[in-house]
């Protein structure tokens, strides 16, 4: 099969079967892109994961576009996330022809309700695969930990905080630490 119809019809494939948005389809992402297919390695995929994260657009989408990009330039970009995005929009373009009140069906509900549990069960896959490739050293076990107690509390306590401001907060705490390393002198931490 040639490659951009491959690229197309892999990330078709996550976008029409997998639900509950960009950390939802980490998981089914790194399986069809790192383990079947190898286009992009384990670290690759952690790296684009974090850079998706802080850049503009859906996590799902900017990891298509990496992939596709990374594995045939400009074009494979553009088809990786065409594949990724169209099965989102036939579906609901079709949803907006026929059915105005969709969600009011009580079998569309129902099933929505047991969607939500599954698509917690990825989310969570998709975080305890990017524990399992962290490095296992002191700092990154700092602040993986007090990144999850700071959420934990908040989402206990009901305060309104930024995730993104977490990450932002993290980054300048890791870069603080390595240029102090780099200013005694010694290995970067």
Known sequence: MPILLDLFLTFAKVGAFT?????????VISDA??????WITPDDMMNITVIAETTPGPVSVNCATFTGYRTKGVVGAIAATAGLVMPSFIVIFLISLFLDRFLEYPIVANAFTGIKIGVGFLVLEAALGMMKKLEKDKMTRIFLWGAFAII???DILAINFSTITMMVMCAGFS???Y???????GAAA
């Open 175 to 177: 870069l603080a630490i």
């Open 152 to 154: 934990l509390l908040t």
């Open 33 to 38: 892109c790192v383990d079947k297919k190898k």
């Open 19 to 27: 639900f509950g948005g960009g950390y939802a389809m980490l998981s």
């Open 179 to 185: 240029m102090a390393g780099k200013k005694k002198g």
